[in-house]
T-cell receptor, first 116, second 114 residues
Framework: GAGVSQSPSNKVTEKGKDVELRCDPI?????LYWYRQSLGQGLEFLIY????????KSGLPSDRFSAERTGGSVSTLTIQRTQQEDSAVYLC??????????????FGPGTRLTVT | AQSVTQLDSHVSVSEGTPVLLRCNYS??????LFWYVQHPNKGLQLLLK??????LVKGINGFEAEFKKSETSFHLTKPSAHMSDAAEYFC????????????FGSGTRLSIRP
């Protein structure tokens, strides 16, 4: 079946502009995660959605970052007033939440954001 | 509290020789442990996972990992490296009870010499 998809694949924006990144998780996956991967770095957790529960926003680096998940499916990560340090690859993952799933995550291809 | 440490940021081996990528973890829960691989300009792909069943876990592409609770380790091995194994590898710890506490290691870059 279809995997996790993200759009756009690449985004170049000017400093100070707002950007929206989209993630379509695998159908039926109740958990959705956003991560940021800076050049040569590991993954930095940003935010986690699980069903209708309040999202875990503990990884968002500043109040310029926000995310929503509509209808328990598609998610949008918004970065307001972008800064050069926001340049990174933004990864989305989904998982089938369940007691025995071991929370295996399926990753999208990422959105490469470049702030000029 | 949880943490995961990948002991080597870069490992280089010759093609056909064994691969060892080291990972140590700390968890106050009974964790699930994963290894993911990221090839250049590609998304992350699950190699294998440990979820409290057999301690020796076999994954894709000939990789395997052994969960050693006494050593709090989950090292990734492969008997014979192939050029296509060159990639970034991430060790991941996840508490069995909370998906939001998933932690990724900093990654190990594996290079294969011809």
């Amino acid at each position: 079946g279809a995997g996790v998809s993200q759009s756009p694949s690449n985004k170049v924006t000017e400093k100070g502009k707002d950007v929206e990144l989209r993630c379509d998780p695998i159908s039926g996956h109740t958990a959705l995660y956003w991560y940021r991967q800076s050049l040569g770095q590991g993954l930095e957790f940003l935010i986690y959605f699980q069903g209708n529960s309040a999202p875990d926003k503990s990884g968002l680096p500043s109040d310029r970052f926000s995310a929503e998940r509509t209808g328990g499916s598609v998610s949008t990560l918004t970065i307001q007033r972008t800064q050069q340090e926001d340049s990174a690859v933004y990864l989305c993952a989904s998982s089938l939440e369940g007691q025995f799933s071991g929370y295996e995550q399926y990753f999208g291809p990422g959105t490469r954001l470049t702030v000029t | 509290a949880q943490s995961v440490t990948q002991l080597d940021s870069h490992v280089s081996v010759s093609e056909g020789t064994p691969v060892l990528l080291r990972c140590n973890y700390s968890s106050s829960y009974s964790p699930s442990l994963f290894w993911y691989v990221q090839h250049p300009n590609k998304g992350l792909q699950l190699l294998l996972k440990y979820t409290s069943a057999a301690t020796l876990v076999k994954g894709i592409n000939g990789f395997e990992a052994e969960f050693k609770k006494s050593e709090t380790s989950f090292h990734l091995t492969k008997p014979s490296a192939h050029m296509s194994d060159a990639a970034e590898y991430f060790c991941v710890v996840s508490p069995y009870s909370s998906a939001s506490k998933i932690i990724f290691g900093s990654g190990t870059r594996l290079s294969i010499r011809p």
